[in-house]
């Protein structure tokens, strides 16, 4: 079975579900060895290496030896070692050195995606693009030192004003059904704290739908990082939903938004491994993250589509949650039906093969009214 999908316009192809890396630091070597061959064996070809921790890199590039060119990294830029400490850096030589560090550790002379660590005050933005430290950037893209570029950020505004700058080619972007809910300047903690109970969130904020739509406009690959929420959304206490969500639940979430291309999944044990490889073992009942969503966002978010494929099977074989995708670019973004026909013609079936026959919307538990979705799209589309 392929689990593979493109990395948007970058023309790198991974395998969906990544190892990403943060939580194999302060490990023995032996794991870190252990986890990478099992996620590799497993079918990994993608990881994330953020880390500025020198014996953590260390240790992937000897467990990548032999392999280097059978996997994709993503590397950070402004991730550094200071003091014994991780810290984000700014400062370009200071940068270099660190980036230095990381392909020296790696062993090797390449990093496939070259990440902007860490960005999320919009301001901050506007700040690096004019600096030394983004002219390193693309010094290092143009000697194909790095094959693309990416920004990793947890602000949707920050991530938007990236995504549309055509700066970067990759987003890797915190996305969860409970950082979904939350206004973009909020960070988990300091919201839980102040409201436990979660009070004040409701639905699906919109700036963090436009910036999933404008990846996918745009061709920007968004991998993901903290699928799970830091655990809140893996414990009835904590989940915004008062109920608990599963791994598997949490994965098909994340692969179902528009423009994922990839879940970086902190794996720190071999046995870790083996459970988030269970995804592809799971039965869809037991992927659906549906009936979570619904003890929370029951009318909140009516009418919407939330691209779950509840409403199948079609007997016209209509991917449903896709038609919705493109028509919600271009009614919701703005996006030019012209440039999205290309990729909705690729689909296998389009609205123009609706039978009319709403089994899709008995099913749909958003009560989206999909036939008239479907008219939209074919006269949006033409066809
Ligand atoms: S129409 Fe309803 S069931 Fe179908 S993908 Fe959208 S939200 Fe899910
Ligand atoms: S109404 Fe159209 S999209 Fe819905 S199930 Fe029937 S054929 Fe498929």
């Known amino acids: 079975m392929d689990n593979s999908r493109m990395l948007g316009r970058t023309g790198i192809r991974v395998n969906?579900?990544?190892?990403?890396?943060?939580?194999?630091q302060g490990k023995e070597e032996s794991l870190?060895?252990?986890?990478?061959?099992?996620?590799?064996?497993k079918g990994v070809d993608f990881l994330d290496v953020f880390m500025s921790e020198p014996n953590v890199r260390t240790y992937i590039g000897h467990a990548l030896s032999g392999c280097r060119k059978q996997v994709k990294l993503q590397g950070h830029i402004g991730s550094v070692w200071a003091d014994g400490q991780y810290a984000v850096q700014r400062e370009a030589d200071v940068c270099r050195r660190n980036f230095d560090d990381l392909l020296t550790r790696l062993n090797t002379d390449y990093i496939d995606i070259g990440f902007i660590h860490n960005l999320d005050d919009p301001k901050d933005w506007e700040a690096f693009i004019a600096s030394p430290t983004m002219a390193y950037v693309a010094e290092l893209k143009k000697q194909g030192v790095l094959h693309s570029v990416g920004l990793s950020s947890h602000n949707p505004v920050t991530a938007l004003a990236a995504v549309?700058?055509?700066?970067?080619?990759?987003?890797?972007?915190?996305?969860?059904?409970?950082?979904?809910?939350?206004?973009?300047?909020q960070e988990i903690w300091s919201y839980y704290v102040d409201k436990p109970d979660f009070s004040g969130l409701a639905g699906i904020r919109p700036e963090r739908q436009s910036l999933y739509r404008a990846c996918e406009a745009n061709g920007v690959a968004i991998t993901v990082m903290k699928a799970l929420a830091a655990g809140f959304l893996l414990t009835t206490e904590r989940s915004p939903y008062g109920a608990a969500m599963t791994v598997p639940q949490c994965l098909h979430y994340a692969l179902s938004r528009p423009a994922v291309a990839a879940v970086m999944l902190g794996m720190q044990t071999v046995r870790e491994v083996d459970e988030a490889f269970a995804y592809y073992t799971a039965s869809e009942e037991e992927k659906d993250f549906v009936p979570v969503l619904m003890h929370r966002e029951q009318g909140t978010l009516d009418g919407r589509c939330m691209y779950c494929n509840h409403c199948l099977?079609?007997?016209?074989?209509?991917?449903?949650?896709?038609?919705?995708k493109y028509l919600d670019l271009c009614e919701l973004d703005g996006v030019p039906a012209a440039t999205l026909q290309e990729h909705y013609l690729?689909?296998?079936?389009?609205?123009?093969?609706?039978?009319n026959c709403r089994a899709c919307e008995k099913r749909c538990p958003f009560g989206v009214k999909v036939t008239t979705r479907m008219a939209r799209a074919k006269a949006a589309f033409g066809r």
């Open 16 to 24: 969906e579900l990544a190892l990403g890396c943060e939580h194999l």
């Open 32 to 41: 870190v060895r252990d986890v990478v061959a099992r996620a590799l064996e």
């Open 164 to 185: 549309n700058s055509g700066l970067i080619d990759v987003l890797m972007f915190s996305v969860n059904p409970l950082y979904d809910l939350l206004p973009p300047e």
């Open 313 to 324: 099977p079609c007997p016209a074989h209509i991917d449903i949650a896709e038609v919705n």
């Open 346 to 355: 690729s689909l296998p079936a389009t609205a123009a093969d609706c039978l």
